[in-house]
């Protein structure tokens, strides 16, 4: 083999391996039986555990191949990690609740696995074509996952709903695209980046591309005002899709969209730090206030996903190396906090006439079940960035950068959000422990989604607790 | 004479383009609103026609035209949707008609001072001697651009098993 194709081999083998698991992992499901479709989801486990092992990074080495079209170091593995954990952690807690919803089905695991490779051909993209179509494969996925149950009418009207909006926007971008291909005459980054040094920069066409393509972007991460599918998805879709849907794919995004502007737009990083940085503001701060006149947990949580993607836009704005480690860094705790949360939200349920999820089903749960209760505190704690725990450092790393950056307006405005958030998610932990039961609401947690909750609210007090550890760990990964 | 002809050409073309566009979405009749779908498919395969990319126009016609506009006319005729005029929002209506319009004059004034990059991919699909379009195209799709078209196919996997799953009777 001459040396470019072992580099080209190189640059794109955790995606081939992922892929063939994921084809086995289709032929395993036509192989179980109906009542134990669960073992396609642990043998995906299996298969990520494998991939993340054989794909662990090489420091410092950067396989790029394909003519410079697909590249796989340790920022790509980095942010495989985090789809890995979301994977798992979303699959171990999810058993139970697709059980009771009468959808347990391998299709749905099969899917979500497919989804990771796409998200991880995002991330390791550095032509605009492969990153297209790894974030059409992610979000086809996701309209499934959102549509998954298709008894409920909530979820269909989820997964509609996405799909066309989704649609929408990668018609945005794709215009966009065109404008800016038009501008600089290449999809590749580099080339990209080249041809902007060489004047293509000032051009109103490769301008105008740009915001197109931006727009597409910000539909992705749900940053306002791009977010109106946002709320409705996450609330009707499945809550383990739902979880997952929060996390990974935002990630996905944010690492596409920083290995963008870090690659082509970097002769234009100035005018772009200026445009996150309004963006990250109106994000955060709609985000918030919205959510604080929730009385849905499950609406509440949609609204603060969308206020910490403009926490992790934040990030992006300092266009230093900080910046993108904290995102990095944020994404992983993000990614523990809230897929526990969404799996233990997934477990009540409310015999009265009103919805599992409204505020008043968790009132007085401490008393009735303290586990439970003592878990959504560890979860809503580490989502306000109460010290001690992981959220905290998250949000600490971020503002950090932004500091870092002298940027110190936006750091301010950060840290007023998330004493703003403070606020909604005291809220349960306050009727959960300071009101007297109204409904007759059972928690029990069941063992699946115990396992996920325990890894979650674990590892959430242990980076909480020894920060420094894994900040350099991400640290030297992302040099 | 040749350039007068294709520049008549053009702009019957892309007039026609236009005004069925309008119609398409202004009919209250959906049946109508599919077929003037198609002259504006078979308006801008013309258009590629012109712009020598007779295989882009193929596909536009058969996969646009043939394919997708019969599966509108099939849910269409399956769902048959009683037309309920225009959406009775009106500060929504005049909002996006504001908000469209100017995103209409920026796209104007773009294209007016555009300054489009001649690529020099694709040249001698003129020429006889040269390999055709279809080769051309087929010969980047399958060695440079061959990444994106394997992930595609892991794209289409997904959306199968997709279909399936919420189509299949449990």
Known sequence: ?479 | MNAILANIGFWVLGITAVVSALFLVTRENPVHSALWMLLTFFCVAGIFVQLDAEFIAAIQVMVYAGAILVLYMFVVMLLNPKSKGFIKMPFKVILGGIVSFIVFLQIIMTLMGADIIKTTKLTGINDPNQLGNVKLFCIDLFTKYIVPFEIVSIMLLVAMIGAIVIAKKD
């Open chain 1, 1 to 479: 083999m001459t040396p470019q194709a072992i580099m080209n081999l190189l640059s794109i083998y955790p995606e081939v391996i992922m892929t063939m698991f994921g084809l086995i992992l289709v032929v395993l499901d036509v192989m179980t039986k109906n009542e134990k479709k669960s073992m396609v989801g642990y043998f995906g486990i299996a298969f990520l555990v494998i991939t993340v092992l054989i794909a662990w990074p090489p420091v410092g080495k950067k396989f790029l191949g394909f003519g410079n079209m697909v590249m796989w170091d340790s920022y790509s593995f980095v942010f495989f990690f985090i789809f890995a954990i979301a994977y798992s952690l979303t699959t171990l807690g999810s058993v139970s609740y697709l059980k009771e919803n009468g959808i347990l089905k391998g299709e749905f695991y099969t899917i979500m696995f497919f989804s990771v490779v796409g998200m991880m051909f995002m991330v390791s993209a550095y032509d605009l074509t492969v990153f297209y179509a790894g974030m059409e494969t992610m979000a086809i996925s996701m309209y499934i996952l959102a549509g998954f149950n298709k008894k409920c009418a909530r979820s269909s009207e989820a997964g509609i709903k996405y799909f066309i909006i989704g649609a929408f926007s990668s018609g945005i971008f794709l215009y966009g695209l065109t404008f800016v291909y038009g501008a600089t005459g290449s999809m590749n980054y580099l080339e990209i980046a080249a041809a902007l040094k060489g004047g293509a920069a000032s051009t109103t066409t490769f301008k105008f591309g740009l915001v197109l393509m931006l727009a597409g972007f910000a539909f992705k991460i749900s940053a306002v005002p791009f977010h109106m599918w946002a709320p409705d998805v996450y609330q009707g879709a499945p809550t383990p899709s739902a979880g997952f849907m929060t996390v990974a794919p935002k990630a996905a995004a944010m690492g596409a969209l920083i290995r963008f502007c870090w690659i082509a737009l970097e002769p234009v990083g100035n005018m772009l730090a200026l445009f996150f940085g309004i963006l990250a503001v109106i994000t955060m701060t709609y985000g918030n206030l919205v959510a604080l006149a929730q009385n849905n947990v499950k609406r509440m949580l949609a609204y603060s996903a969308i206020a910490h993607a403009g926490f992790m836009l934040m990030g992006l704005v300092s266009m230093n190396p900080e910046g993108y480690q904290s995102v990095a860094l944020y994404a992983i705790i993000y990614a523990f906090m809230n897929i526990g949360a969404f799996t233990l939200l997934g477990v009540v349920k409310n015999k009265g006439m009103i919805d599992d999820e409204r505020l008043e089903s968790f009132a007085g749960l401490s008393k009735t079940n303290p586990m439970y209760a003592l878990g959504m505190l560890i979860f809503m704690f580490s989502l306000a960035g109460i010290p001690p725990l992981a959220g905290f450092i998250g949000k600490f790393q971020v503002i950090m950068a932004t500091m870092k950056a002298e940027l110190y307006w936006l750091a301010i405005i950060g840290g007023l959000n998330s004493a703003l958030a403070c606020y909604y998610y005291m809220r349960v932990t306050i009727y959960m422990y300071f009101k007297e039961p109204e409904y007759e609401v059972d928690a029990t947690v069941s063992r699946s989604a115990f396992i996920t909750s325990f890894i979650g609210a674990v590892m959430v007090i242990l980076i909480g607790f020894f920060p420094t550890f894994f900040v350099n760990l991400v640290k030297t990964l992302l040099v």
